[in-house]
């Protein structure tokens, strides 16, 4: 075990000495299990062969994931190995360990791959580089690495190119489902060939139970192992959709390198155009101008420069089927484009009922304007009526004025026509034949006020404090009732004018109880609509908007991606019709 320890802390230090790695250097073989520090190392030996903005990152206990990068490592290992460095090494056993170094951290699998690291390192066209690296490391770890780098040595063999395959880089998330499943109906079939094997009647009924409590238990171990490899194959399918985003935006920069290989081509072409014009130019200029050995040396040269520019040409067009094969890589992501904005023309149908709610809500909210401006308009009428009540009561407490002043008045007159002939001139008076409807009542009121007195006088002559009363105020017996009948109608019509007062300040009470019940109540009402539907009303216009903003950032999305469309639809068809028209002109000029 010491031996192995300083192996793997010499392999630590020599991945530590690369500067691709994007974290701290790693301190422990299982930290490598992941595949994301072997692979960085790689991008440094062979950026051309191991990008590491490929593989997934962070991955924690997630082993379907580590054994994808794990399988992607050593796929284009294989291939830096057999194209670059003409190469190969057990990788059928390297792949065969994948699983145990995904799941447990297997030491023995991750040195294999540092063996094979530590190979390409030394064996690669920057190999000087490395092995200074290896120098300058410790010398207990440059003895570990010697032995490292021979075991790795050891490991490779002459490739002679018979056994390419040239897979395709893909993540497979279901494999180690399948793998699971398989392992435990293996172990299952066992078991249960196991079970027919023994003689039912040497075993005992006991043992057979727990034999099968056991398999219950294998079975729901393995059932929550699967529900996990579904999860973590969901995860890994989220991670394929960010991994086809990223392609996304490199399918735009190759867009973008095609145009401008294509302008390159037509400049090619112009050129080649050129060269041909001039070539039979020379041709002529050499038939007509043999006698001139100088001149036609000079343009043979230049016929020469020609020829090696057709040649180029000639390589560039050979080149040219390479960019077939990108085209047919286009045309399938311009279909799945295509899908894809079906999709969202879908969507964009589905505003229509959308704006049929928005309406709806409009409507609604109408019909409850309507219903506050009628409140508004019962509040301002009970304001009208509350006025028209208040200027009939300041009518009423006019006329209450103006009455309690004629009475003030008539006192007054009576207090200074207290003697005795006056009495009998208001006899003359109450003889006179026609009378007005304002003399009566003055009348009426004076007869009271005569009658108050006379009362006083009486009351005055039984005390002892005033004069006797000279007999022409002793009036007949006849006279007198009728001014008490006056003064008893007088006084009922103030008792009933009093009523009618006492009744209008009662009602002005009610109404002003009304009144202010009315404002509680469009106090109440207000607020309940303000709570209810201001709210309900803001909400639908907040995602009125998000709708809106959502339908126009869909529809700049269709039309951006529409336009893409028809322009990599114009470059194809101007490319194919370039390259059709330069392979016709090639066969005539062959010809």
């Known amino acids: 075990m010491g031996d192995d320890d300083a192996k793997h802390a010499a392999m630590m230090d020599f991945l530590g000495t690369f500067p691709t790695l994007s974290g701290s250097p790693p301190t422990d073989m299982k930290e490598l299990g992941d595949g994301v520090a072997i692979f960085e190392v790689l991008s440094e030996i062979a950026p051309d062969y191991f990008d590491p903005t490929t593989i997934a990152r962070h991955l924690g206990d997630n082993w379907a994931l580590k054994s994808s990068n794990l399988r992607k490592l050593v796929r284009n290992m294989e291939w830096y190995f057999h194209e670059e460095l003409k190469k190969d090494a057990d990788f059928e056993e390297l792949n065969a360990q994948l699983g145990n170094i995904a799941r447990s951290g297997d030491l023995n699998g991750i040195a294999h791959l540092i ?39 050891k490991r490779l063999t002459t490739y002679d190119g018979n056994n390419d395959d040239a897979d395709e880089l893909e993540m497979n998330f279901d494999a180690p489902e399948e793998t699971n499943d398989d392992d435990a109906d293996d172990d299952n079939g066992a078991l249960f060939e196991a079970n027919h094997l023994t003689d039912p009647g040497s075993v005992d009924r006991q043992e057979l139970e727990t034999a099968l409590l056991e398999t219950r238990r294998e079975l729901q171990q393995q059932k929550s192992q699967l529900n996990e490899i579904r999860e973590d194959s969901e995860k890994a399918q989220a991670k394929l959709r960010a991994l086809v985003e990223d392609l996304q935006d490199r399918l735009a920069k190759r867009q973008d390198e095609l145009i401008t290989a294509e302008e390159e081509l037509r400049t090619a072409t112009a050129d080649l155009d050129e060269a041909k014009n001039r070539v039979h130019d020379l041709e002529e200029e050499k038939a007509q101008l043999e006698d001139e050995l100088d001149v036609a040396s000079a343009k ?17 067009f050979e080149s040219v089927g390479v960019i077939n094969q990108q085209m047919t890589d286009l045309e399938d992501q311009a279909a799945g484009y295509l899908r894809q904005i079906m999709d969202l023309e879908a969507e964009v149908k589905k505003t229509a009922t ?3 709610q928005v309406d709806s809500l409009q409507r609604q909210l109408g019909s409850l304007e309507k219903e506050k401006l009628e409140s508004t308009d019962s509040k301002k009428n009970s304001s009208a009526e509350i006025g028209e009540l208040k200027s009939l009561l300041s009518a009423a407490e006019k006329a209450k004025k103006m009455y309690q002043d004629e009475l003030k008045e008539l006192r007054e007159q009576q207090a200074a026509q207290v003697d005795v002939p006056e009495v009998e001139g208001f006899d003359r008076q109450a003889e006179a034949p026609v009378l007005s409807a304002a003399d009566r009542e003055k009348t009426m009121r004076l007869e009271i006020e005569n ?54 300040e009662a009602e002005n009470k009610k109404i002003g109880s009304d009144k202010d019940k009315l404002e509680a109540y469009t106090k109440r009402t207000l607020a309940k609509f303000q709570d209810k539907y201001l709210v309900a009303l803001q909400e639908c216009k907040a995602k009125l908007k998000e709708k809106q903003d959502k339908i126009e950032i869909l529809e700049s999305r269709s039309a951006t991606e529409k336009t893409a469309q028809k322009r990599e639809e114009r470059l194809l068809s101007s490319t194919i019709y370039e390259l059709g028209l330069a392979i016709m002109q090639n066969r005539l000029k062959e010809r």
């Open 300 to 316: 043979a040269t230049q016929l020469h420069k020609a020829e090696a520019t057709v040649i180029a040409y000639k390589k560039k």
């Open 451 to 504: 009658k108050q007195l006379k009362e006083q006088i009486a009351a005055m002559s039984q005390n002892g404090e005033a004069a006797p009363v000279p007999p022409p105020a002793a009036a007949p017996p006849a006279p007198p009732a009728e001014p008490s009948e006056e003064a008893t109608a007088l006084a009922a019509e103030v008792a009933e004018l009093k009523n009618l007062l006492a009744k209008k």
């Open 354 to 356: 959308l704006t049929r």
């Open 115 to 153: 063996e094979l690291v530590a190979a390409s390192a030394v064996t690669c066209e920057l190999k000087g580089m490395f092995v200074g690296r290896i120098m300058r490391m410790n010398p207990v770890h440059q003895v570990q690495m010697k032995g490292v780098i021979e075991g790795g040595m």
